[in-house]
């Protein structure tokens, strides 16, 4: 390969990978699916995916920075209440109404979408030499 | 003399076999003189000392699962057991208030995992460093296997998927003494409930043998000697209820299993034997139709017994010797409301 894919190609692979760990069909996956609350991801499930996007892609991934990346971990309330304002910004989309008015960390991993990991997956991929991918 | 009022009786019984999943169709089948016994499918066994088994067929097991997700999570054993363990629930016709409780245990007979060679043999590759060096090892595993590899593996995921699955929530075990397991299982299951650990058990034994890795393994030890040991897979499993339990919701009674000290066990030095009102029954045929299914080989001699394989039945013992001298016996005795075994009496005679 001599270029890295672009983010379209990234998301069709992604959705796959999380379609096959979490035994449903891609057409139920959407870029702004929660893949806690829409798609019933689990921790375990986050293994599995990890696992399946370092084969697709070739790449070595911390399962931290990849879950914990975009919402962070920190359990401070006012970094969280930041971080949570800035999302609600950049993704206009996602279903905000079904989160408790104050997110506290616990609620985190419910922010990740298909879209949280393919950020990441293109940031990486731009990173990375495209020979490796 | 009995210790304790709380007496375990079979109410239903559910099982996956190479001949089929009815116990009296396969029955009928080994009858007539069928058998499962084939060149093996699931791997190439044609370099093998052994190249035949007796392989249950492929099945969709989606239907099984409540949660389909978790099938990745389990190898072939476990899904048999998922299976058997579904049947024997419908079977009985368990209510779901019952089912779903934490007085309703799982104990389940199998052996080890397969270990899943080629996912392993390919996350170590050709690096002999692996040999030698842990690090290099855990490395290779770490790096290379799929992290639910473990879960797949370990050896107490056969009962656990099956509780996970019908939400039985009381206690969990899995029994892995060799052959002996599945009989043993289902002896655990009685003491639980006489002793009141727990009202409902889903117990029994599901195992399969034709694996690469048993293939070396019974090879190298000199099973295959032996022109009719032929290696299978299959699963038993059987509800097992506090009989005022069962007669408080007007289930069906197969049997009472009553207390192996009642009745002095025929140790003998075969596999499997069976005894049908003391006298011993040549149960051979069972083995040429369906292989030997290694610690479901008991539970599935049970489960025809309670299908009229060997005719009626007013007391039975099913006795289990594995590896290394391990034995284990299950003594029955129609119970006072039965309703299935002694119907079948008039119906069918020995499978002899």
């Keep these: 390969m001599t270029s890295n894919p672009n983010r379209e190609d990234i998301y069709q692979r992604t959705a796959r990978i999380v379609g096959a760990a979490l035994d449903i069909p891609v057409t139920s996956i959407h870029p702004h699916s929660s893949l806690v609350d829409d798609l019933g991801a689990e921790s375990i499930d986050f293994l599995d995916i990890t696992f399946g996007l370092e084969s697709e892609f070739t790449l070595k991934i911390s399962s931290e920075e990849l879950w914990a990346g975009r919402v962070g971990k920190s359990t401070d309330q006012a970094t969280i209440d930041a971080k949570v304002a800035e999302l609600r910004q950049s993704m206009p989309d996602f279903a905000w109404d079904r989160m408790p008015a104050a997110i506290t960390a616990r609620d985190l991993p419910r922010l990740i979408t298909l879209n949280t990991v393919v950020d990441y997956l293109v940031r990486r991929l731009e990173e990375a030499p495209a020979a490796t991918v | ?352």
């Excluded at chain 2, 989606?62 to 389909?68: E, Q």
């Excluded at chain 2, 170590?124 to 290379?144: P, Q």
């Excluded at chain 2, 083995?287 to 005719?311: D, K, N, S």
Aim: net charge negative; glycine share 8%; hydrophobic share 45%.
């Design chain 2, 1 to 352: 003399m009995r210790v304790t009022e709380r007496r375990a009786v079979i109410t239903g019984c559910g099982i996956v076999t190479p001949l089929g999943d009815d116990a009296v169709a396969v029955t009928g089948a080994i009858r007539r003189g069928e058998s499962a016994v084939a060149p093996v499918r699931s791997f190439d066994a044609s370099g093998c000392l052994r190249s035949k088994a007796a392989e249950v067929p492929q099945y969709e097991v989606r239907p099984y699962f409540r949660v389909p997700k978790a099938i990745k999570l389990t190898d072939h054993r476990t899904r048999l057991a998922v299976t058997a363990a579904a049947r024997a629930v419908a079977d009985a016709a368990l209510p779901s208030s019952l089912l779903s409780s934490d007085r309703t245990g799982v104990v389940i007979g199998t052996s080890g995992s397969d270990v899943q060679i080629p996912e392993l043999t390919r996350a170590i590759g050709g690096d002999l460093r692996a040999a030698d060096d842990t690090r290099v090892f855990g490395e290779r595993i770490l790096g290379g296997l799929n992290p639910l590899w473990l879960l797949v593996n370990l050896p107490n995921m056969v009962s656990a998927h099956v509780s996970i699955q019908l939400e039985a929530r009381g206690p969990n075990s899995t029994v892995m003494t060799d052959w002996v397991a599945g009989l043993q299982a289902i002896s655990e299951a009685a003491a639980w409930v006489e002793e009141g650990e727990a009202d409902v058990v889903i117990a029994g034994g599901a195992d399969t043998g034709v694996l690469p890795l048993l293939f070396a393994d019974y090879e190298q030890a000199g099973m295959f000697d032996d022109p009719e040991f032929i290696l299978a897979d299959a699963a038993a499993i059987f509800v097992i209820e506090e009989r005022d339990v069962a007669r408080g919701r007007g289930a069906q009674v197969l049997a009472e299993i009553v207390k192996p000290e009642v009745r002095e066990p025929r140790i003998v030095g075969e596999r499997v034997t069976v005894d049908i009102d003391r006298n011993p029954i040549d149960s051979s045929a069972i083995e040429r139709a369906l292989g030997f299914p290694l610690a479901a080989a008991a539970p599935v001699h049970l489960a025809l017994l309670l299908a009229g394989a060997f005719g009626g039945f007013e007391e039975a013992a099913i006795h289990a010797t594995g590896l290394n001298g391990l034995n284990a016996t299950l003594h029955l005795e129609v119970a006072s409301d039965s309703t299935r075994a002694r119907s079948r009496e008039s119906q069918l005679s020995s499978v002899i």
